[in-house]
């Protein structure tokens, strides 16, 4: 099942080490690409304790048990679906890629993605009130502008970046997507090319700096002044969760459900580090971009 979520603060997943660059804390990236991502590992871990926490307080299965058996009886659950060191989990959570990414403009905010990006996580069929919007045949080294909320510039200020807008085709056989209805408070998108979004992702992340203070003293330490990045807040990611049928011991729809239910926990708790400074909260967003065919094939073979 793919699902988009949105980034309500910074998020940090640190990549670990350090490495040359303007920041000493890193995040993870794509290797091939060097788009910042948000791992599967992660999504499934911070999920995982979220999903034990709401089996504890929240279902019919465990809540009304003691405070021992209420622990025992989510663990045993959460075990059941994410495996633990005896036996593989039914559950799989795919990396969260970023889909449309906020970059300031004079124009205010714009939000840039990629053709390839857009065919691959908004092209199937999706709700009735979704947006239907055209999308370009190609971009090289200018952009499109594929939704905006005034009169469109003939140039556009990508951070550093000025690139020439071009005109969409006015094309009735032009390609299509569909944009989900939560995301319509998305006013201005702009279609780049693979090659320059990578670089305008990693241009316009956030970048913070911290001193570690003494505890003894109370006071900033003596060099111990670091910088790290995060993936800015506004960010559209999209990731995908499967269910393997040859494992599972109750129903897939039950089972989602189970997991939709935790994951209003990412809204409050969050996900990755930096989390007393302000960072990780993340929205889930449903899709049911590619939902209908996962409900009649089954899920995960």
């Given at each position: ?19 040359l660059g303007r920041v000493d804390n890193t995040i993870v990236r794509e290797p091939a690409t060097d788009v910042p991502k948000i791992p599967g590992t992660s999504l499934a871990g911070a999920v995982r304790e979220y999903t034990t926490i709401w089996l504890k307080e929240k279902s019919d299965e465990c809540k009304n048990k003691n405070k021992k058996e209420k622990e025992e009886c989510a663990l045993r659950k959460a075990n059941e679906y994410f495996g633990d060191k005896t036996r593989q989990g039914v559950v799989r959570f795919y990396d969260a890629q970023i889909i449309l990414f906020p970059v ?198």
């Amino acid at each position: 099942m793919k699902y988009f979520a949105l980034s309500l603060d910074p998020i940090h997943v640190g990549a670990g080490g350090y490495r040359l660059g303007r920041v000493d804390n890193t995040i993870v990236r794509e290797p091939a690409t060097d788009v910042p991502k948000i791992p599967g590992t992660s999504l499934a871990g911070a999920v995982r304790e979220y999903t034990t926490i709401w089996l504890k307080e929240k279902s019919d299965e465990c809540k009304n048990k003691n405070k021992k058996e209420k622990e025992e009886c989510a663990l045993r659950k959460a075990n059941e679906y994410f495996g633990d060191k005896t036996r593989q989990g039914v559950v799989r959570f795919y990396d969260a890629q970023i889909i449309l990414f906020p970059v300031t403009s004079i124009n205010g905010t714009v939000w840039i993605t990629t053709k390839a990006i857009l065919e691959g996580w908004m092209k199937e069929e999706g709700e009735q009130n979704d947006e239907k919007i055209k999308i370009p045949q190609d971009a090289k080294n200018e952009a499109y502008i594929i939704k905006w909320d005034e009169d469109q510039p003939g140039t556009l200020n990508l951070g550093w970046l000025l690139l020439k807008v071009k005109k969409m085709p006015d094309n009735d056989n032009q390609e299509t997507v569909k944009l989900p209805a939560k995301l319509n408070f998305i006013k201005r998108i702009a279609v780049v090319s693979d090659k320059l979004f990578s670089h305008l992702v990693n241009d316009n992340l956030e970048v913070r700096t911290s001193v570690r203070i003494d505890s003894e003293t109370g006071a900033a330490a003596e060099g111990a002044l670091f910088t790290y990045e995060a993936i800015p807040r506004g960010t559209v990611f999209g990731f995908e969760m499967a269910v393997d049928d040859r494992r599972r011991t109750e129903g897939e729809s039950d089972i989602i459900e189970k997991i939709k239910n935790a994951f209003i926990y990412l809204k409050m708790l969050g996900i990755g580090g930096m989390g007393t400074r302000g960072f990780g909260r993340l929205e889930v967003l449903r899709s049911d971009a590619g939902n209908k065919q996962d409900e009649e094939g089954g899920g995960a073979k």
